[in-house]
C-alpha cells in the first residue's frame, strides 16, 4: 500500500471532488437511522468531501466536518456553504477537549494505515473526544467482488489502493473502548432500510430495529463497508 501524501489527496480531490459529491451519500442515512436523537452533536473525521455531513446537518442535527487537508476543507466550506462548520483536524491529534462530541465517526480514513499501530493511535485519540459513540467504517475483506473491483481500479489510480479489514481485526481497535456493534453500511438490507425502497417506507422505528438486529446476521461477502460503532464506556 501507497502512503498517501498530502500532494496525492491535492491531486485526487482536484480529479474526484465532483463524482463522489454526485453519489448519493450512504454513512450518512445510516446513522441517521441508529442515532434517532437530533440534539447529539456530530464530529466527521477526514470528511474529504463531507457529503454524509451535510447529509446529517440537512435532517436537522449539529454537525461539524473535519479533514487534516486545508483544501478539502475549503473547498468543502465552498461546497456546503453554511450549512455546517468545517474545521482543519488530524485524527492523530485532534487538539479537541476531551468528551468535545457525543458522536464522532469517519469513514475511509482506518484503510490508509498499514501499520496497526496507526490505527491504535487514531482509535485512541477518537474514544479521548467523544462522549457517547464512536463509529469507524472501513472496506470489507469479506466481499471479494468488491475487493478485486477496487484491485482492478488501483492499477491507473492510487485512490483506490487501500486495506481492507476483516470483521474481528477492525472490532478489535475499537473494543478496548467499550461495548462494541458491528454493521454493514453499504449492503443489500442497508441500501433497502434507507433508501427511499420497499422497505424505506415501514416505520423508522422498526428499520432501526431490523438494522441493529438482522444487520449483523446478512452475510458480510455482501457488504461493501464494515461499520463498527462503539459504546463508550
Ligand atoms: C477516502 S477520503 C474520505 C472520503 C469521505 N468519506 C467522503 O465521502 O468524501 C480520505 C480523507 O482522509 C483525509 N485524511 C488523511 N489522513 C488524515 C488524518 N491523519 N487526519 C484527518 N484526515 C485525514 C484525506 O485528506 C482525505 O480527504
Known amino acids: 500500500m501507497v502512503e498517501k501524501t498530502n500532494d496525492f489527496w491535492k491531486d485526487s480531490w482536484e480529479q474526484h471532488w465532483s463524482s463522489?459529491?454526485?453519489?448519493?451519500?450512504?454513512?450518512?442515512?445510516?446513522?441517521?437511522?441508529?442515532?434517532?436523537n437530533k440534539s447529539w452533536s456530530i464530529l466527521e473525521m477526514a470528511g474529504g468531501t463531507m457529503r454524509d455531513s451535510a447529509y446529517l446537518a440537512g435532517t436537522g442535527r449539529?454537525?461539524?466536518?473535519?479533514?487534516?487537508?486545508?483544501?478539502?476543507?475549503?473547498?468543502?466550506?465552498?461546497?456546503?456553504?453554511?450549512?455546517?462548520?468545517?474545521?482543519?483536524?488530524?485524527?492523530?491529534?485532534?487538539?479537541?477537549?476531551?468528551?468535545?462530541?457525543?458522536?464522532?465517526?469517519?469513514?475511509?480514513?482506518?484503510v490508509l494505515f498499514s501499520k496497526d499501530e496507526d490505527i491504535r493511535k487514531m482509535a485512541a485519540e477518537q474514544a479521548r473526544i467523544t462522549r457517547k459513540y464512536m463509529v469507524a467504517t472501513v472496506h470489507c475483506a469479506h466481499n471479494q467482488k468488491y475487493k478485486d473491483d477496487f484491485r482492478e481500479r488501483a492499477t491507473s489510480d492510487d485512490l483506490y489502493n487501500l486495506r481492507f479489514f476483516e470483521i474481528d481485526?477492525?472490532?478489535?481497535?475499537?473494543?478496548?473502548?467499550?461495548?462494541?456493534?458491528?454493521?454493514?453500511?453499504?449492503?443489500?438490507?442497508?441500501?433497502?432500510?434507507?433508501?427511499?425502497?420497499?422497505?424505506?417506507?415501514?416505520?423508522?422505528?422498526?428499520?432501526?430495529?431490523?438494522y441493529i438486529h438482522a444487520g449483523p446476521r446478512t452475510s458480510p461477502a455482501e457488504w461493501h463497508r464494515i461499520m463498527v460503532v462503539t459504546h463508550l464506556g
Open 20 to 36: 463522489y459529491l454526485s453519489t448519493p451519500p450512504h454513512q450518512g442515512p445510516c446513522l441517521e437511522l441508529l442515532f434517532p
Open 62 to 110: 449539529t454537525v461539524t466536518g473535519s479533514d487534516y487537508l486545508p483544501e478539502a476543507a475549503a473547498r468543502a466550506r465552498e461546497t456546503h456553504k453554511a450549512a455546517m462548520e468545517i474545521i482543519t483536524l488530524d485524527a492523530f491529534q485532534t487538539g479537541l477537549q476531551p468528551d468535545a462530541f457525543d458522536i464522532t465517526y469517519h469513514n475511509g480514513l482506518w
Open 169 to 210: 481485526e477492525v472490532r478489535a481497535f475499537c473494543e478496548p473502548y467499550g461495548q462494541t456493534l458491528v454493521l454493514p453500511c453499504g449492503s443489500p438490507l442497508t441500501y433497502q432500510l434507507v433508501g427511499g425502497w420497499r422497505w424505506g417506507r415501514l416505520p423508522r422505528a422498526l428499520r432501526r430495529w431490523l
